[in-house]
């Protein structure tokens, strides 16, 4: 650590990267504070570095020290100005505050006020330099709830903790923790970790939650948000005097703070309501930065600023994105007044750069930019009135109807460009992922308003549909948690009217709900045949057959109750299920036999089913051995070796003539391009739709496991049968004179003998990116023993 670092008197000059939870820094010094990160707009990391972007500028000025719509962040101090009286007044309150009873210090005002800036650019910076009486050294853990406010907040406490980056076990471990209540019904989870945390009694925690609204708007379990809250109370409130807390919150909220009485007594009692800035503060905001960077802006262009900013409401993001504008047509030799005027001055600067992008469009690409946008917005009913808050989505679900996955990309990078940065793009755990960078878009945006206002019942319903697809992730994909009755009629109303505004997973969602009442209703009519067939039979019985069958009957409805449960993964406990395994191995091998479609569909899925309960009870018996006897994994190693091996059975006996069948017709079938790849029935054809349904689908092995079209990792690869990859193999290889099969004899995604394929191998043509995990499967099958090469796979 260099010794700048460590003078309170030095703001050091950290490098952003925009958002990223993985990237954090574990901790940053600013004179006697550490400030740790979880979430946000922007976080600290002394590695990151901008994406070079190509510049086309007369002139060489230096980073640009305006945010645009970003929030000014900790490392950004020597660029915030304007706002020192606020700070000072801040620093005062939450001094006072270390006295009272509960020491949690309230922050709000309406959005584009300048919160976030104010605190993390202002506050946290000055209590490094000017630490609370007796308190020469402090820690700040500061994160931003999104859906899972206690999962960023234990993230964060297990950074501080374990001074780890990124500490995944201590994390789950936390959120446990804050989840428990005392023996008097209080959440103290947060008290109690921090107790534990190193130098607690010298270095007090400073808990920051920027966005606050976010427990409100953006998490859907109330019971998440009461810990959350209960939290952040006692922890403030507990007489060790160990955790402060500091929220920052959108004014347009206050009410749902009701729901919390305390909480709502301390925003009316500890508040502290962030002002408008006045002509000297603006002044200072506008000038100081370029002038510290030494190229100060003209005083007429100062003026022009004031003038278009003083008394706006939530002005100031607006006026830093012109700042920026301007400081950007200052590189490209553009004179301030003369960028003011091009972009339409303060209010027009932000829709007028949106439109331009979006204008360039074609009218497909124009389309697509809707729905992105449709997809980054979510419904907020505050009382009877509807508001807007940002939706953070994965880059992996904008995948639309009316273009390609690269496309959409395109389009999103032009709204994401650092130029303008409308769009804020950032890398999670689960993957990239995409946000609208401020809502000030919302208002100031024409365009977008009107699609909003266009659009409000379908968000609200998609809103709720978002709930619900939770709630089916959370249960394993549970086929009880899918859509059923008026609710599935009413999505496939929206399906069919506005497919292209769903992302993948609510199209994936949708689509799995349509099938399961498919197969029930198939089941519903098998049901009814029985009955019938039933009441016939017993017509002439006497009473006491009737009696003995109907004694049979409650029999055969306890079993298929419990194959049910099996089935919909609600397990007995783990030795229990162990016992349980051979029987239903016996039932499945039972429906096999008889040949019959829906008896075979069932038997697969049983078989698959004990694949995926073996592995878990041998997961079991590694963590939990006790519960287990020593010759217990030798069983069920027997076990799914023989489900794996009924499995390649049930294929060839009842799906691989039918692939034979077709092959033999020379029905090899195409890829649709323009389908989605979970649309199975649509994106191939012929023997390849068949071949894909065998390998990925219920209709065979299944290795598709979370049904998303693509094999994401080994665990799904694993799934394939070595044996049925062989058969498979073969049948190509046979009926097009051995021209077409897994692989070419060079490459393995190129052919240029197998005409029937276009000259694309099989794996090309069945599969889609990532393939790394299916070749790794495939040469273990086909027992390669030398590399052939695949120059266009694209690694995960």
Request: aromatic fraction near 8%.
């Amino acid at each position: 650590m260099s010794d700048d670092l460590l003078n309170p008197n030095v703001i050091p000059q950290i490098n952003q990267r925009v958002d990223g939870d993985g990237n954090q820094a574990i901790g940053q010094v600013y004179g006697g504070i550490i400030v740790y990160v979880c979430g946000g707009q922007a976080i600290i990391n002394p590695t990151a570095t901008e994406s070079p972007v190509a510049k086309a500028s007369s002139l060489d000025i230096g980073a640009n020290p305006y945010k645009g719509l970003l929030a000014f962040q900790e490392s950004d101090s020597a660029n915030f100005f304007g706002r020192s009286q606020d700070i000072q007044h801040l620093w005062e309150e939450f001094r006072d505050l270390q006295n009272l009873e509960t020491r949690l210090l309230a922050i709000f005002g309406p959005s584009g006020s300048g919160k976030s800036s104010l605190v993390r650019a202002g506050l946290i910076p000055y209590l490094g330099r000017h630490p609370l009486p007796a308190q020469e050294k402090a820690r700040v853990a500061i994160l931003v709830p999104r859906t899972q406010p206690l999962e960023a907040l234990a993230t964060v406490l297990a950074r501080i903790a374990g001074n780890d980056l990124i500490p995944v076990k201590k994390t789950r471990e936390f959120v446990e923790e804050l989840k428990l209540k005392n023996t008097s019904g209080q959440y103290d989870g947060l008290q109690r970790i921090a107790s534990a945390l190193p130098e607690i009694d010298i270095t007090p925690l400073v808990v920051l939650v920027d966005q606050f609204e976010e427990v409100y708007s953006q998490c859907k379990d109330d019971s998440i948000r009461d810990a959350m809250i209960g939290n952040l109370l006692y922890a403030a409130s507990d007489r060790s005097r160990y955790v402060s807390v500091i929220l920052t919150m959108r004014s347009d909220f206050l009410n749902e703070t009701q729901k919390h009485s305390t909480l709502n007594r301390l925003f009316s009692s500890q508040g502290f309501l962030v002002p408008t800035m006045d002509t000297q503060c603006l002044q200072e905001a506008i000038a100081e930065p370029a002038k510290q960077a030494r190229y100060p802006l003209d005083k007429a262009t100062i003026k022009l600023l004031i003038e278009q900013t003083d008394g706006r409401e939530g002005a100031l993001p607006l006026l830093q994105f012109a700042l920026a504008q301007i400081w950007e047509g200052m590189r490209q030799g553009e004179t301030p007044i003369a960028t003011i005027e091009r972009i339409g001055g303060v209010g027009g600067a932000l829709a007028g750069e949106a439109q331009r992008i979006y204008e360039k469009f074609s009218p497909i690409e124009q389309q697509i930019a809707r729905g992105v946008f449709l997809s980054l917005v979510q419904q907020v009913k505050l009382g009877d009135t509807i508001k807007y808050a940002r939706h953070r989505e994965l880059l992996a679900n904008f995948v639309s109807s009316l273009g390609t996955a690269e496309q959409v990309k395109q389009i999103i990078g032009s709204f994401a460009d650092p130029k303008v940065r409308l769009i804020t793009l950032s890398t999670q755990t689960d993957g990239e992922t995409a946000e609208i960078t401020h809502e000030a878009l919302f208002r100031h945006w024409e365009l977008l308003r009107n699609w909003l206002e266009n659009n409000q019942i379908f968000l609200n319903w998609r809103d709720r549909l978002r709930i619900i697809i939770k709630q089916w992730e959370i249960s394993g994909r549970d086929r009880e948690a899918l859509l059923r009755g008026k609710p599935l009629i009413e999505a496939e109303d929206w399906f069919l009217k506005q497919e292209s505004d769903l992302s993948q997973t609510e199209k994936v969602f949708i689509q799995a709900s349509v099938e399961d009442r498919t197969s029930w209703q198939k089941a519903y009519k098998a049901r009814q045949q029985l009955g019938i067939k039933l009441a016939i039979s017993i017509a002439g019985l006497s009473v006491a057959a009737l009696l003995a069958i109907l004694f049979a009957w409650q029999q055969q409805q306890q079993a298929q109750q419990v194959q049910k449960a099996f089935l919909l993964g609600i397990e007995p406990s783990k030795p229990e299920l162990l016992k349980k395994l051979p029987s239903f191995l016996e039932e499945a091998d039972r429906l096999s036999s008889t040949r019959k479609e829906e008896d075979v569909q069932l038997a697969l899925a049983y078989y698959r089913k004990i694949l995926t309960d073996t592995t878990s009870l041998n997961k079991a018996i590694k963590t939990t051995p006790a519960l287990f006897q020593s010759q217990d994994g030798q069983i069920i190693n027997v076990i799914a070796k023989k489900a794996q091996d009924r499995i390649v059975e049930t294929i060839r006996q009842s799906r691989l003539p039918q692939l034979e069948v077709e092959l033999s017709n020379k029905m090899f079938g195409k890829v649709n391009g323009d389908a989605s790849m979970t649309d199975i029935e649509n994106a191939r054809s012929g023997a390849l739709r068949t071949t894909y349904k065998i390998l990925m689908s219920d209709f065979g092995a299944k290795a598709d496991l979370n049904g998303n079209g693509t094999i994401d990792n080994a665990e799904e690869a694993e799934r394939f049968p070595c044996e049925t990859f062989r058969d498979i193999e073969h049948l190509w290889r046979k009926y097009t004179n051995k021209r077409c099969g897994w692989y070419g004899s060079i490459e393995k995604d190129s052919a240029p003998t197998c005409t029937e394929l276009g000259k694309q191998t099989l794996i090309s043509s069945i599969f889609t990116p990532p393939i790394s995990d299916i070749e790794n499967s495939l040469d273990k099958c086909l027992g390669l023993t030398k590399t052939i090469s695949n120059p266009n796979r694209k690694s995960k």
